[in-house]
């Protein structure tokens, strides 16, 4: 028994499994994981310090915060299982991670609405239309927006709000458009005090993700389109701690000569395969 | 921005860490996790199914149990990384995995005592010898013992339980040896009653540990022996689930002609480097 044959033995140890990708995962995993141990010959000290620090991540969590998804985002793991799964046409929109703060049932609006519900943070007009790639309007599309307040916290991370902030849901129009009232996206840092903010500040990375609305947009014979609008100018689009910037999701929120704060976006859907 | 440009990114977002150490294990982390989700092409339910079972085997932990242990253990990571660091010299006692049930405060015994202390079992005497590679034996050597009983529970398992039983510290004698009463060693079942017992089912992995006693031997000038020992014809030596069993620590518990059950075992330490 030598570190080649443990390997093979705990790929091995998989070869009875019914299910055919749950073989393929775990066996893969085995490879990788025991990959990394020998290039770097982890030492037990430092395979203990990583039990202990795993644990921890775990411990974190709970139904309002998800250490371990902020975990795989900061290493790059869900921004590249995004652009795996995500293999749009030239010309449509390009997507980006999840993130941590959907809801599920978010309160609906007409278009002109104020979704913003009472957030703190400067007033702004968020426009735009959805088409496909032909620029053809695809109306009563699903449109999901939310976002943090200009402090940096969405709703659901205030422990004394009972009502959604700065999130909501649209249909698009007849002729793909839609609009909505908001407040203007600002940078913010990723939760740090936990696990996860503890390892980026021994590795001197940077917590703030630069400022962005979040998008949802789903419609019928259309792939759904999970996404962000990044602001032009941020000082943090080249540091992004989750790996989410992508050059085609920035945007310039506009200011006008009547002191009206405007942001324009136009979203192209991939149709359905 | 595509997926290798991700790796890349996710990579160099570690370029700053100050501990040359801690920057290329992150580094080669990262590599290798982006390597395993790249080959299986992993999708986002399956990524968000990881994500849950990580964040349950956190959440199973406790004061008393390390369920991530347990994962390490049943990937074969343990193993590997005992394997990678303790390189003894032919000859030497082989090293296998520490296991979580290592108390640091056992009690001391004197030799021919009594060391189950009321655990259940078959009654048995354990004898042997601390030696080095030359056949020097090595006086005063620290000898911890532990075990399960034979309903597959170390004492740190009960709740009800208030003193050690079946563990305990001793010294070998001047010339080596060192000899102790205890239960015959039993095979038993790893905890399936967490997120790594759910795996094991969905996979159809035997979670049956063969029967074996934990040594942890130390002496000044050797290296730290942690090992066990196995026993002969046992039913699960081949299929241990944390990849264990090394054929030179299998050995027979002997059931004399005066009933008396007895293992001889003798170990052979590493001289420190």
Not at 67 to 74: A, C, G, N, T
Not at 77 to 106: H, I, K, R, W
Request: charged share 20%.
């Amino acid at each position: 028994m030598n570190t080649h044959s443990i390997t093979a033995a705990a790929i091995d140890s998989f070869s009875n499994t019914d299910d055919p990708r749950l073989k393929e995962i775990l066996g893969s995993l085995v490879k990788h994981l025991h990959a990394f141990a020998m290039d770097v010959k982890l030492t037990e000290p430092e395979w203990f310090r990583g039990i202990e620090f795993l644990t921890a991540v775990g411990q974190k969590c709970t139904d309002k915060r998800q250490e371990f998804i902020l975990l795989s985002d900061v290493l790059g793991l869900s921004m590249l299982t995004v652009a795996m799964n995500n293999d749009q046409a030239d010309g449509c929109t390009e997507s980006t991670v999840f993130g941590p703060f959907y809801v599920e049932e978010a309160p609906h609006y007409e278009h002109g609405a104020d979704i913003s519900n009472g957030a703190s943070g400067q007033a702004c007009m968020v426009q735009g239309s959805v088409k496909n790639i032909s620029g053809h309007p695809i109306p009563h599309a699903t449109i999901d927006v939310w976002q943090a307040d200009d402090e940096g916290f969405y709703d659901v991370q205030k422990d004394d709000l009972d009502h959604a902030q700065a999130r909501g849901v649209l249909h698009s129009r007849a002729d793909g458009s839609f609009n909505f009232k908001t407040i203007v996206a600002e940078a913010y840092p990723i939760p740090m005090d936990g696990p996860v903010g503890t390892m980026l500040s021994a590795t001197q990375r940077s917590p703030w993700r630069p400022a962005h609305l979040h998008f949802m947009i789903r419609a019928e014979g259309y792939e759904t389109l999970i996404t962000h609008v990044f602001k032009q100018g941020d000082a943090y689009l080249q540091t992004d701690p989750v790996f989410g910037v992508r050059d085609s999701l920035i945007a310039d929120w506009v200011t006008g000569t009547d002191g009206l704060t405007t942001l324009n976006f136009d979203f192209v859907l991939n149709a359905e395969k």
